[in-house]
């Protein structure tokens, strides 16, 4: 469609990704959003179906494509007379971290910068003359929202619509001498207040606002998130500290020097829960973080249409699929945990029915009462965990994050055991523990399926593998790193291993492989996987108005991690978006309407973070330009993906 074309009718779709607002050619992205115009509405009563037209992937023709967000993908709409319309996409940011930002009361903030416990600035002291406050490379989980009252008064840049964004820091992922930071700085998380243009949709940045973490006693690598059924940001805590060795875990000890003073203070029973984060009318954010959903590696998770149920995977090695039924809606503060155990038949090819699905129940608590046993409970009071065969029958061999372990239960301690030594105890009741990170959590509504992200097929689900075990049901002969999407049937009726009624319709009792990477032989560019199809998916989001399952990668197969749309109904994978090379593609969020809009945001970090063979004909080319556009690699990008001119206007 051509500029003059494009400005007589108003949009029907508006996304987004985080990126830069760099130029890529003539006639790029710096002029596409300095335009204003609008498109005429399309009734939504004349919507008939959307698909992804996609975009090659960047080479080293065009290297500025390649080091920055690039989008060079088309949105098909057809209508219900047949029509057809398309339109081009491309991405803004609302910042890149490190940026000052307005904070709501006419003063600057530091996007992305981190405090400790006492909300004080945590400062990189590690080259002499530039010393400055720490600040995140690694946006990631991110959910876009709008409250029924808001109290903005004052707050200049708001014209049109209010509407909010959490978004959350991983981590950072070196100082300024080069230092790695990995897990090291208590995670941030803070809300955007943003306006919305109600002609075109546009969203534009007016104020940022850090929450504070202090009486969730700090957060621990927050990854992947979702957006509630009743409105709240769901955060994660992603690898959470093993308690019986955190004395030995050098990162742990960092984290905990940096938030509280001291390399001991940082309770690791506080950490591995999920965070929620609900948004205040002034743009403020309040968070409580819930205990009784198992102190596992969540890394997104999804709640059902019951206000009840919630999906987990979990992002480890040896890890389980998960199940939490709250015993009210709309309330995670109270319910019961369960663990799948696969049947027979686990496979990764889509032509294979797969394994039925089973549930062992862990137990129910309340968040009050573990936080209670966190509190004041030491490992070694729940259970005795040694990594030497101690040669004694009444312990149990077990494989915790492809390590072998022996435990014992001490008498009494499985409530404690359940929710604050999950993945201990899960191996222990029988559970299929054997997958390797799986990663995104989303769900199809309207047909009942789940889907789940395994970023990568090895270790734990090789029978040749680290931490295989027979317990798990996976016996897979070889990996496959590039990894896959699963997907899962969701149904009522079932029941856990005693035969109780599991009180859900949303259970998944199957699954098997929807989309599988494939590894390759290194290609001309470094590619370790194929890069016309997906490598290690990550997050995962999916549109009921679309019927698009999205995509995002984590990889260190592709030499650019891209972002994808699968039709569920055409079975048409479509590339959507590039990241900058060694980055991976965070904050996937999907809103089909709001005020009238739909929107697709993500993020990305870590731009530049080279990985030896795969990145090892490209880094020499790549790395200035990516220093240039991101601060010398220490800043990423937080937005969303834009359809030209802006939106879909909803009628």
């Known amino acids: ?31 596409l959003f300095n335009s ?22 960047p080479t080293l023709a065009n290297p500025e494509a390649m080091a920055t967000t690039s989008v060079g993908s088309m949105l ?3 209508l219900q007379n047949g029509k057809k319309k398309t339109y081009a996409l491309a991405y803004e940011p609302f910042f890149i971290t490190g940026d000052m930002v307005p904070d709501g009361k006419n003063g600057k903030t530091l996007a992305g910068g981190y405090v400790d416990i006492h909300n004080r600035p945590i400062m990189d002291t590690s080259v002499p003359g530039k010393e400055r406050q720490f600040f995140s490379d690694c946006p990631d989980g991110m959910s876009l929202l709008k409250l029924e009252k808001t109290d903005v008064k004052g707050i200049k840049g708001v014209k049109g619509n209010t509407v909010f964004a959490v978004v959350q820091f991983e981590y950072t992922n070196s100082n300024q001498s080069g230092e790695k930071m990995y897990a090291a700085l208590p995670s941030q998380i803070a809300v955007l207040t943003l306006n919305q243009d109600p002609h075109n949709g546009r969203l534009s940045l007016v104020k940022y606002s850090p929450v504070d973490t202090s009486s969730a006693q ?24 093993d308690a019986p060795f955190a004395h030995e875990n050098s990162r742990f000890k960092s984290f905990s020097k940096n938030l509280y003073g001291s390399e001991t203070s940082a309770n690791p029973y506080n950490y591995g829960h999920l965070p929620e984060v609900t948004i205040n009318p002034d743009g403020t954010g309040t968070l409580k973080k819930h205990y009784c959903l198992g102190r596992i590696s969540h890394e997104l998770v999804e709640v059902m249409p019951d206000r009840r149920t919630v999906l987990m995977g979990d992002d480890y090695t040896n890890s389980g699929l998960f199940l939490f039924i709250a015993d009210k809606e709309a309330d995670l503060s109270a319910g019961t945990l369960y663990v799948a155990k696969l049947g027979q038949g686990f496979s990764i090819d889509p032509k294979d029915e797969g394994a039925k699905l089973s549930w062992i129940k862990l137990g129910h608590a309340t968040s009050n009462e573990i936080k209670k046993m966190a509190t004041s409970l030491k490992p070694s009071d729940i259970m005795t965990v040694l990594k030497a065969d101690p040669n004694d029958d009444t312990f149990t061999k077990i494989f915790y994050d492809g390590v072998v372990n022996w435990v014992k239960l001490k008498p009494g301690m499985d409530k404690a055991a359940a929710f604050l030594e999950t993945h201990r105890y899960a191996y222990l009741m029988g559970g299929s523990m054997g997958f390797s990170k799986m990663e995104g959590t989303t769900a199809n509504l309207q047909d009942k399926v789940a889907y789940f992200a395994l970023q990568n097929i090895q270790d734990s689900m090789i029978k040749t593998g680290k931490g295989w075990n027979a317990q798990s049901m996976i016996e897979l002969d070889k990996p496959l790193i590039a990894g896959a999407v ?24 199957q699954i098997s492989a929807l989309l599988v990477g494939r590894d390759i032989v290194p290609d001309e560019l ?57 980055a991976e593609a965070t904050g996937l969020s999907v809103v089909d309407n709001l005020n009238g809009w739909t929107y697709i945001t993500a993020n990305f970090q870590h731009a ?11 880094m020499p080319i790549l790395n200035p330009l990516i220093q240039k556009n991101y601060k010398d690699r220490f800043g990423a990008a937080v937005g969303y993906i834009t359809a030209k001119p802006t939106g879909i206007k909803i009628t």
């Not at 830069?20 to 790029?28: A, D």
């Not at 939504?44 to 992937?57: K, L």
């Open 608 to 618: 530049g973070d080279w990985l030896g063979k795969l990145h090892s004909k490209v």
């Open 1 to 31: 469609m051509s500029n003059s074309t494009a400005h007589q009718r108003r949009s029907f779709i508006k996304m987004a990704v985080g990126a830069p607002m760099l130029p890529i050619g003539s006639g790029g992205i710096a002029a």
């Open 486 to 509: 699963m997907t899962s049937k969701l149904e009522g009726n079932q029941r856990d291993q005693l035969g109780n009624a599991i009180q859900s319709n949303w259970v998944p009792s």
């Open 218 to 241: 700090g957060l621990w690598i927050t990854c992947g998130a979702s957006l509630s059924p009743w409105n709240t940001h769901l955060s994660s805590e992603e690898y959470e500290p």
């Open 76 to 78: 098909e709409i057809t």
């Open 526 to 582: 470094g590619n370790l996987a194929d890069p016309n199809t997906i490598s290690n998916p990550d997050n995962l989001k999916f549109s009921e108005k679309l019927r698009t399952l999205f995509i995002g990668e984590d990889s260190s197969t592709h030499v650019n991690n891209f972002i994808w749309a699968y039709n569920v109904d055409t079975k048409t994978l479509s590339r959507i978006a590039s990241m900058p090379s060694g």
């Open 36 to 57: 204003t115009a609008l498109l005429a509405a399309e009734p939504a009563s004349s919507f008939q179906s959307a698909e992804f037209i996609p975009m090659n992937a």
